[in-house]
């Protein structure tokens, strides 16, 4: 049997998981593969051109200038990852008699293609990202065949042309099922591959994420905050001009992936960061209400998501997300203080209606609950610099002794 060469890993799988379109998923990859592939690239640079035009095209929305990259082995290992894992819920994969022996291997070579080591290169992380952006937009499209004398199921395939000529005569009807990522890449088989590729883009988790992706690991991601660039990219996509309940759809999974990081041990500048960064999203929502009428008027949006009767509705994190900065002003004032909000009146009223309406709705408990969180990892609080700076003692030296 003729091995695959990687021009075709490349062509059926790769170019459309980055560009979109049909990704073709064939046997399972062997580990090997990705050695004879990594010295086949130099015979597929047209692939890998257009592969690489791909990727920039994705980060051309997200900085101003996508920086130069190639694509290299950990890039091919992270896809083929990917690839058996698909295959693993392939509809066509009890088909070609995979025993549960063969099953457990295939998860071993998955999970050891995509355990490639964490970088915090800001190239890698973002070549990483246009590779994989699209895996929470994967799905598969069942369609159901019926006529007058039967009907057929065909699982991310186009049914044939007989079965669906003279659909008024044989009476044929069509019925498409999408299967998105929960069935695809949230299944048992699955899952574990999917959470460690993951934790290699954390870029696309803060950017996208799927409501049954696994929880955020801050400590993988908190890097990306120091990026002005990339931070703000992050903030802007994560609070769209839509609903009020999905503008806070993305800020309350990462509020609530900051709850687990309160729960281990992280360094304290990167609760700092995290905590700084949740405060600036909660400056976003501010700023898109100083349009309102009434400049004073209680925050339509705090109103909707935070209304006593959908209590039980609230997605996870909602509460931290909106009580963060009343328990930081508790804890650590100079973080939940918008720097150069007093240059700005309007803002500075919309952010105190924020506060007010937020500790009215969820309680002085929870906001003090939430402190006493953070005053655990806020130890090491920063001093006013004019509490630093020694000046030296005025007071004249003593004569020297006479001997």
Known sequence: ????????????????????????????????????????????????????????????????RPPAFLLERDDLALAAGLHNALFLVHPRADQWSVSERQRR??????????????????????????????????????????????????????????????????????ETTVVDFDELLAVPDTAPVIATLLRRTPLTQLLDAHPGAPPLHWEDAVFLLRDPELARAIAYRLIPDVGPREQVTGPARLAAAFEQMLERAPDEEDVRAVSAFIVHLN???????LNLREPGARSPLISTVLA?????????????????????????????NLPGIAEQPALAQRWAVHRAQAAEVLSDAVIEALAARLRRHLRLALRDASEVVQLPDPSPAPPPAAT
């Open 1 to 64: 049997m003729a091995k695959t060469h990687v021009r075709e890993f490349l062509t059926k799988f790769v170019k459309p998981l980055v560009t979109g379109g049909e990704l073709h998923i064939g046997a399972p990859i062997p580990l090997p593969d990705l050695d004879r592939w990594e010295g086949e690239l130099h015979d597929a640079s047209v692939e890998q051109v257009e592969v690489d035009d791909g990727r920039a095209a994705v980060l051309s929305t997200l900085v101003c």
């Open 308 to 336: 006593p009767e959908a209590a039980g509705q609230r997605p996870r994190g909602l509460a931290t997300l909106f009580a963060l900065p009343g328990a930081l002003a508790l804890v650590e004032p100079r973080l939940a």
């Open 105 to 174: 291997k295939i998860i071993e070579n998955a999970l050891a293609m995509v355990s490639q080591p964490l970088t915090t290169n800001r190239t890698r992380v973002m070549a990483r990202h246009a590779l994989l952006h699209n895996v929470f937009y994967l799905k598969r499209n069942d369609i159901t065949v019926s006529w007058w004398t039967g009907r057929a199921r065909f699982h991310g395939q186009k049914p044939p042309s007989r079965l669906t000529a003279w659909k008024g005569m044989r009476r044929v009807r069509e």
């Open 283 to 289: 400056a976003l929502y501010c700023l898109a209400e």
